[in-house]
């Protein structure tokens, strides 16, 4: 646990970067000279220290000998047809990685549907978007240089009758995966026999163009456990992608135990004739790292995109100088947010997911 309890000081960024301390600054280091540098400064070694977006040496280019799998995956139709969540009941599914034992692959599946089920619910979701631009004198032909950062939490926790959580399907696949199909029945009253479940996530991601050159860095985690009132009980999971451009790392954890993960390219079968590569409107992603992957990513990144445009208070700083403009734009987000899965769809072996809310404020 103490692995798992030193994951969650990740989690006291957001508070770090509302107060954005000047302590960051070593004694001895001279700030810029201008505000808008300072507080950009600021906010880069907090966004990269805090947020590990600097532990990026480690990231290998994948190899080009990696295995290549031609069989392709074919999944179970209710995965892609789930019943619809009301009020009254949820249905959520959870995916285990690639390459695990059935009883650990069907754990690990139960307890991240549980998780996706406290997503679903009440989910409070803080934002913090900076934007630089370093806009040096275009008459002399030299080229605007900008960054745009991005930072998001998603924090929630559900707690319910062990009785009301029910696993309705369940599936074992021939990439190790064990995919479940959970329901939950809501508003009854607790027992003494509950569960309680905690997920934080956070999506991070950094874009900087310089010298007509574009680089983009980018964060993806969610973690959660599950605690039981009357049994002994304790799980949880931690799950991380660190992308570098074409770069990526991923660390898995479940009760303290590492995952190996996968080394294959994995393919599915497609769940429908309809050609989706060409709608530039909906978010999909590759699924060659297998189904939790791409669930996750999707998930998480629909639910930032999803509540961007209310609770905004914008801040801004500029400096005007002879051959230099420069400015700062930061924007702050708050929101809750209850949604249910609307569709899942694979296609040329990417995932394709949908979310529909439910509730907003």
């Known amino acids: 646990m103490r692995k798992y309890g030193a994951c969650f000081l990740l989690f006291g960024l957001f508070s770090v970067l509302i107060v954005t301390p000047t302590s960051l600054f070593s004694q001895g280091n001279s700030p810029p000279v201008n505000q808008t540098d300072f507080h950009y400064l600021k906010f880069k070694s907090q966004f990269e220290s805090e947020l590990g977006l600097q532990d990026i040496s480690d990231l290998e280019e994948t190899p080009s000998n990696i295995n290549q799998v031609f069989s392709q995956t074919e999944l179970p139709e209710w995965v892609f047809n789930l019943p619809n969540s009301n009020q009254s009941v949820m249905y959520a599914i959870g995916v285990s990685d690639p390459g695990m034992s059935a009883d650990s692959a069907h754990q690990l599946a139960v307890l991240r549907t549980k998780v996706i089920l406290a997503l679903m619910n009440n989910s409070k979701i803080s934002g913090l978007n900076d934007y630089y631009i370093s806009e040096k004198d275009l ?21 319910f009758n062990n009785t009301d959580f029910a696993v309705e399907e369940e599936v074992y696949t021939n990439n190790g995966e064990a995919i479940i199909l959970a329901s939950l029945h809501k508003n009854n009253p607790h027992s003494d026999d509950t569960t309680t479940i905690n997920c934080l996530a956070e999506v991070s991601v950094s874009h900087v163009k310089r010298n007509n050159k574009h680089s983009t860095t980018s964060r993806t985690e969610l973690m959660g456990d599950e605690k039981g009132k009357l049994k002994n009980l304790s799980n949880y999971f931690y799950y991380v992608v660190k992308n570098n451009n074409k770069q990526i790392k991923m660390i898995s954890y479940f009760t303290g135990v590492t995952l190996p993960g996968c080394s294959d390219i994995i393919t599915y079968k497609s769940n429908s004739t309809q050609t989706n ?4 409107t909906k978010l999909s992603c590759t699924l060659q790292y297998g189904l939790w992957y791409a669930y996750s990513y999707l998930t998480l990144q629909k639910i930032v995109l999803d509540f961007k445009d209310s609770n905004v208070n914008l801040s801004s700083l500029t400096d005007q100088h002879t051959l230099v403009n420069q400015n700062i734009n930061r924007v702050l987000i708050n929101k809750v947010l209850s949604f249910k899965i609307g569709s899942l769809e694979i296609s040329n072996n990417k995932l394709y997911l949908d979310l529909d809310h439910l509730t907003q404020n």
């Open 139 to 159: 008459k002399s032909g030299e080229i605007i240089s900008s960054v745009y950062r991005e930072y998001s939490k998603i924090a929630s926790t559900l707690t």
């Open 277 to 280: 590569t060409n709608d530039t």
